[in-house]
């Protein structure tokens, strides 16, 4: 017991600690594999590290990558306060993609860039946001699960897109299913640092962002209601909060930020839609949540560890000869088993206090 | 012969010692009963029986034997069984599948009709009648579930069962069967170990009581030679009173007072339990009973008070509070107009299990101006409003950072009391303030709502428990088939009466 109290961490920290031990346990299991299919740990992980971090350019597509996935899994962690499990996060971020580019056609006469900016921000995040808060809505409304609605929106989603690309915002010089180019008020200028990757201050404020919300997630009235109603959906009526609110606004604000995708995507790398240019991003927001166990500004981190995974994948093909990127999916589904397995700390701890008692 | 014998056994939690040298026997075809308050260690010492946890250091005996049970099989194959608080019953499956599950006869095949067979002779020898043996669990009341959990130990042939708290879940009438067939089962050689809080339970029914507190035996006592003062001073550790001792204050005028609120002809329909055209009021300093036996509208009364707007398509009829109109207000509203709730169920109504004691304080007064500014919480002084209510209501542990999920039922009542009470409200609605809930904090929850009386707040008091209301009301409400029908005033609360009334009699 007297140990216990000397050794006494924070709760949140505690938590992050274990995360990221379960992370390098995981990552220490897959270049274990490595050695099993031929090629040596050290290589691998020389690869990883060089495809990710080596140049300026490298960099900046592992930062690119990380704000797919901030925005993916806050998608995912926000409606989980509230008791939801949202899946819909590609369906989310293609609808708010395609939004973006749309208001680079719809807004061609702004000059301001500034001001097309903000326009197709919004775009994205309200066409998003809505795609989220339908889900979100049949819940409340019918009790309709939302693992279910999510998934079939993200396929409708995809045809959605589909014929908007192909019809109504189609680029007629193109041979290849994408929108109109959008104006070069709308697109946002990479760092120089960067070599060349399509990445700027957007890592800056999607970071700032996610601050702010774990503030407000954590500070607020409607933290609160969230939360409560998460926590117990009958109690949490019987004291006034009603869990349609809680459900409707925290998918809207997630499929609002899925949605902000359009401007990673849209205004920031290919400066239109292109089908299928989002790989599962939306899915891996799931692992990313999961592996911030929930925590908002846990996110960070995580979206960074899967930016690097997602950027090293590709090296790995090139640059090894015996594992190809199926590795670094394999090192992802371990890296979240290792974080996920909560009852390993229980376990450890048992045995510690039996050699202490 | 003794069944069960507990020599000097301590089970300790990392630095928690939860037994501590616990000793009792029990005798072989008897009742026994186990009491003590929340959190004395009664569960902990029968899950030490049954293997859950197995004891540190001391000795078990069954049947004058010392034996070592390592796991809840072995335990089950020593002849040991146990009703857990929470039934351990699949709700899909059929009566038979749930008692035969882990027991089939059959090597390849179940052998149901065997088994049905070997149930309906058991079910004879005991009394535990069962119609259908086919129907789904979940189609059963609380009682007959329970009787499936009897029947399940039986099968396995236990030869001593363990209840905890088997009460605490069921109406009184299935309270009397209940009792009824644990008699017929010791009759019938059986031993029953009974864990309980409910001192009147016990001494009616067991032969032997043991007392714990803090994880020690305090002693053991023959049914016949102890009273309810012994055993709950045992118990607690001093003396308990079950009756309200304070000042109770007298209202001059109390004829001539405007209520606070008043109902008139108020009728829920389509639920499962209608109120039909309900009219009363309640005045400033005033405890009003609302009594009958559970089921007969008392739920839906309370839903509708404290949660309008939830009941808006099924609402006719008047609802004042103050003189203002509240039929579709909404909890939020009601609190800002001087509303405290104490919910009927505090655990599924009432808390935040897996959040801390001032998110809690919080729940409901997340929007009052004192907790809130500009739509966020002023946590660091709910925080200190909690640290003292603490204080107040003395409410352990004392850490307003503890999980309300890992307090004891009276502690968390405290606190939920301690919340409603906390905007100095005009009226308060309090249901089951005492429910699962051991005596010392009894005495203390009864103290505050007398007191709150005293100080002119108007309570509408609802519980299952007459006794409490007889203590504690000015005025009693019997209600039955969802309207009111009969009322009682104090001094002149004669059980009897309203026992018929409750029944559907006249008084």
Redesign the interface.
């Given at each position: 017991m007297k140990n216990s109290e000397k050794l006494r961490i924070p709760q949140s920290a505690l938590s992050f600690l274990r995360s990221v031990a379960g992370a390098a346990g995981g990552l220490a299991i897959g270049l274990m594999i490595c050695t099993i299919a031929g090629e040596s740990p050290g290589k691998v992980l020389t690869v990883l590290v060089n495809s990710s971090f080596g140049s300026g350019y490298d960099f900046g597509m592992t930062l690119f990558y990380t704000s797919y996935f901030i925005l993916t899994g806050l998608a995912v962690a926000i409606p989980f306060k509230s008791g939801l499990f949202n899946i819909g996060g590609e369906g989310q971020l293609t609808i708010g993609a395609l939004a973006a580019a749309w208001a680079g056609v719809a807004g061609a006469g702004i000059e301001s860039h500034a001001l097309a900016i903000l326009f197709a921000t919004l775009a994205a995040f309200i066409a998003g946001g809505i795609w989220g808060a339908i889900p979100g809505y049949l819940k409340a409304r019918r009790g309709s699960h939302e693992v279910i609605t999510t998934i079939m929106m993200n396929f409708i989603a995809a045809g959605v897109t589909s014929y908007f690309t192909l019809y109504a915002l189609k680029d007629p010089d193109s041979s290849q299913a994408e929108t109109i180019p959008l104006s070069t008020v709308f697109q946002l200028k990479p760092f120089a640092v960067f070599n060349g990757a399509p990445m700027g201050g957007l890592i800056i404020a999607l970071a700032v962002m996610t601050c702010v919300l774990h503030l407000v997630l954590r500070n607020s009235v409607w933290g609160y209601r969230l939360k409560a109603t998460g926590e117990n959906e009958t109690a949490a009526s019987t004291f006034g909060i009603a869990a349609p609110a809680s459900w409707l606004s925290s998918m809207f604000v997630a499929g609002g930020i899925a949605g902000l995708t359009g401007l990673v995507e849209v205004l920031g790398n290919s400066h239109r839609f292109k089908i299928g240019f989002s790989s599962d991003y939306g899915f891996v927001g799931i692992a990313v949540a999961l592996v911030a166990r929930g925590n908002i500004l846990g996110i960070l981190p995580s979206a960074f560890l899967f930016g690097v995974l997602q950027k090293g994948a590709g090296s790995l093909d090139l640059e090894t000869d015996k594992v190809t990127r199926d590795l670094t999916y394999i090192i992802q589904g371990l890296i979240i088993l290792g974080v996920a397995s909560d009852g390993i700390w229980d376990w450890f701890s048992s045995i510690w206090r039996k050699r202490n008692a | 012969m003794n069944a069960i014998e507990f020599r000097k056994v301590t089970k300790k939690f990392?630095?928690f010692t939860a037994n501590r040298d616990l000793s009792f026997t029990v005798k072989k075809g008897s009742i026994h009963g186990l009491i003590g308050e929340n959190g004395a260690g009664k569960s902990t010492a029968m899950k030490v029986l049954f293997g859950i946890h197995p004891a540190d250091s001391g000795e078990i005996l069954i049947e004058d034997r010392v034996v070592r049970i390592t796991n809840p099989v072995h335990a089950m194959r020593m002849g040991i069984g146990m009703v857990h608080q929470h039934f351990m019953l699949a709700g899909p499956e059929t009566v038979l599948d749930n008692i035969i599950l882990g027991h089939e006869p059959g090597r390849v095949f179940v052998g149901r009709a065997r088994a049905e067979a070997e149930l309906r002779a058991i079910a004879k020898t005991y009394g535990l009648d069962f119609d259908r043996w086919d129907r789904p669990v979940s189609e059963l009341s609380v009682g007959e579930q329970q009787r499936v959990e009897i029947l399940k130990l039986l099968y396995q042939k236990s030869k001593v069962l363990i209840l905890d708290e088997p009460t605490a879940v069921l109406t009184p009438q299935e309270v009397k069967d209940l009792f009824g067939n644990l008699v017929r089962l010791k009759e019938e050689g059986k031993t029953i170990i009974l864990i309980s809080h409910k001192l009147k339970e016990v001494l009616g029914y067991c032969d032997e009581i043991t007392v714990i507190r803090r994880g020690e035996t305090v002693g053991s006592r023959k049914a016949s030679e102890t009273d309810d003062s012994e055993l709950a001073r045992m118990m607690v550790g001093r003396d308990v009173s079950f009756t309200y001792q304070g000042e109770r204050k007298v209202f001059a005028n109390m004829s001539d007072a405007k209520p606070v609120v008043r109902v008139s002809r108020l009728s829920i329909t389509s639920t499962t339990e209608p109120l039909r055209e309900v009219s009363f009021e309640l005045k400033p300093g005033e405890i009003l009973g609302v009594a009958g036996v559970q089921g007969n509208g008392q739920s839906t009364l309370l839903r509708a008070l404290?949660?309008p707007s939830?009941h808006a398509k099924n609402w006719s009829g008047e609802y004042l509070l103050n003189g203002r109109d509240q039929s579709g207000s909404?909890?939020?509203?009601l609190?800002n107009a001087g509303v405290g709730?104490v919910?009927e169920d505090r655990l599924?109504?009432?808390?935040?299990?897996?959040?801390d004691m001032t998110?809690n304080f919080?729940?409901?007064q997340?929007?009052d101006p004192r907790y809130?500014k500009g739509?966020?919480?002023l946590?660091t002084k709910a925080r200190a409003v909690t640290e003292s209510k603490i204080k107040e209501f003395d409410i352990r542990p004392p850490y307003p950072t503890v999980w309300t999920g890992r307090m004891s039922g009276g502690n968390q009542q405290k606190l939920v009391i301690a919340r409603a009470l906390d905007p100095g409200p005009s009226v308060l609605y309090v249901a089951h303030p005492t429910r699962g809930v051991d005596v010392g904090a009894i005495e203390k929850i009864h103290d505050a709502i007398v007191q709150e009386r005293n100080r002119g707040k108007a309570i509408l008091l609802f519980s299952s428990e007459l006794d409490e209301l007889m203590d504690l009301c000015d005025r009693m409400l019997v209600f039955y088939n969802g309207g009111i029908r009969a009322e009682f005033a104090r001094p002149d609360f004669d059980p009897w009466a309203i026992g018929r009334v409750m029944g559907g009699g006249d008084r």
């Amino acid at each position: 017991m007297k140990n216990s109290e000397k050794l006494r961490i924070p709760q949140s920290a505690l938590s992050f600690l274990r995360s990221v031990a379960g992370a390098a346990g995981g990552l220490a299991i897959g270049l274990m594999i490595c050695t099993i299919a031929g090629e040596s740990p050290g290589k691998v992980l020389t690869v990883l590290v060089n495809s990710s971090f080596g140049s300026g350019y490298d960099f900046g597509m592992t930062l690119f990558y990380t704000s797919y996935f901030i925005l993916t899994g806050l998608a995912v962690a926000i409606p989980f306060k509230s008791g939801l499990f949202n899946i819909g996060g590609e369906g989310q971020l293609t609808i708010g993609a395609l939004a973006a580019a749309w208001a680079g056609v719809a807004g061609a006469g702004i000059e301001s860039h500034a001001l097309a900016i903000l326009f197709a921000t919004l775009a994205a995040f309200i066409a998003g946001g809505i795609w989220g808060a339908i889900p979100g809505y049949l819940k409340a409304r019918r009790g309709s699960h939302e693992v279910i609605t999510t998934i079939m929106m993200n396929f409708i989603a995809a045809g959605v897109t589909s014929y908007f690309t192909l019809y109504a915002l189609k680029d007629p010089d193109s041979s290849q299913a994408e929108t109109i180019p959008l104006s070069t008020v709308f697109q946002l200028k990479p760092f120089a640092v960067f070599n060349g990757a399509p990445m700027g201050g957007l890592i800056i404020a999607l970071a700032v962002m996610t601050c702010v919300l774990h503030l407000v997630l954590r500070n607020s009235v409607w933290g609160y209601r969230l939360k409560a109603t998460g926590e117990n959906e009958t109690a949490a009526s019987t004291f006034g909060i009603a869990a349609p609110a809680s459900w409707l606004s925290s998918m809207f604000v997630a499929g609002g930020i899925a949605g902000l995708t359009g401007l990673v995507e849209v205004l920031g790398n290919s400066h239109r839609f292109k089908i299928g240019f989002s790989s599962d991003y939306g899915f891996v927001g799931i692992a990313v949540a999961l592996v911030a166990r929930g925590n908002i500004l846990g996110i960070l981190p995580s979206a960074f560890l899967f930016g690097v995974l997602q950027k090293g994948a590709g090296s790995l093909d090139l640059e090894t000869d015996k594992v190809t990127r199926d590795l670094t999916y394999i090192i992802q589904g371990l890296i979240i088993l290792g974080v996920a397995s909560d009852g390993i700390w229980d376990w450890f701890s048992s045995i510690w206090r039996k050699r202490n008692a | 012969m003794n069944a069960i014998e507990f020599r000097k056994v301590t089970k300790k939690f990392g630095g928690f010692t939860a037994n501590r040298d616990l000793s009792f026997t029990v005798k072989k075809g008897s009742i026994h009963g186990l009491i003590g308050e929340n959190g004395a260690g009664k569960s902990t010492a029968m899950k030490v029986l049954f293997g859950i946890h197995p004891a540190d250091s001391g000795e078990i005996l069954i049947e004058d034997r010392v034996v070592r049970i390592t796991n809840p099989v072995h335990a089950m194959r020593m002849g040991i069984g146990m009703v857990h608080q929470h039934f351990m019953l699949a709700g899909p499956e059929t009566v038979l599948d749930n008692i035969i599950l882990g027991h089939e006869p059959g090597r390849v095949f179940v052998g149901r009709a065997r088994a049905e067979a070997e149930l309906r002779a058991i079910a004879k020898t005991y009394g535990l009648d069962f119609d259908r043996w086919d129907r789904p669990v979940s189609e059963l009341s609380v009682g007959e579930q329970q009787r499936v959990e009897i029947l399940k130990l039986l099968y396995q042939k236990s030869k001593v069962l363990i209840l905890d708290e088997p009460t605490a879940v069921l109406t009184p009438q299935e309270v009397k069967d209940l009792f009824g067939n644990l008699v017929r089962l010791k009759e019938e050689g059986k031993t029953i170990i009974l864990i309980s809080h409910k001192l009147k339970e016990v001494l009616g029914y067991c032969d032997e009581i043991t007392v714990i507190r803090r994880g020690e035996t305090v002693g053991s006592r023959k049914a016949s030679e102890t009273d309810d003062s012994e055993l709950a001073r045992m118990m607690v550790g001093r003396d308990v009173s079950f009756t309200y001792q304070g000042e109770r204050k007298v209202f001059a005028n109390m004829s001539d007072a405007k209520p606070v609120v008043r109902v008139s002809r108020l009728s829920i329909t389509s639920t499962t339990e209608p109120l039909r055209e309900v009219s009363f009021e309640l005045k400033p300093g005033e405890i009003l009973g609302v009594a009958g036996v559970q089921g007969n509208g008392q739920s839906t009364l309370l839903r509708a008070l404290s949660h309008p707007s939830l009941h808006a398509k099924n609402w006719s009829g008047e609802y004042l509070l103050n003189g203002r109109d509240q039929s579709g207000s909404d909890p939020i509203v009601l609190r800002n107009a001087g509303v405290g709730l104490v919910p009927e169920d505090r655990l599924s109504e009432g808390l935040l299990l897996n959040q801390d004691m001032t998110e809690n304080f919080l729940l409901g007064q997340h929007e009052d101006p004192r907790y809130s500014k500009g739509g966020f919480l002023l946590r660091t002084k709910a925080r200190a409003v909690t640290e003292s209510k603490i204080k107040e209501f003395d409410i352990r542990p004392p850490y307003p950072t503890v999980w309300t999920g890992r307090m004891s039922g009276g502690n968390q009542q405290k606190l939920v009391i301690a919340r409603a009470l906390d905007p100095g409200p005009s009226v308060l609605y309090v249901a089951h303030p005492t429910r699962g809930v051991d005596v010392g904090a009894i005495e203390k929850i009864h103290d505050a709502i007398v007191q709150e009386r005293n100080r002119g707040k108007a309570i509408l008091l609802f519980s299952s428990e007459l006794d409490e209301l007889m203590d504690l009301c000015d005025r009693m409400l019997v209600f039955y088939n969802g309207g009111i029908r009969a009322e009682f005033a104090r001094p002149d609360f004669d059980p009897w009466a309203i026992g018929r009334v409750m029944g559907g009699g006249d008084r």
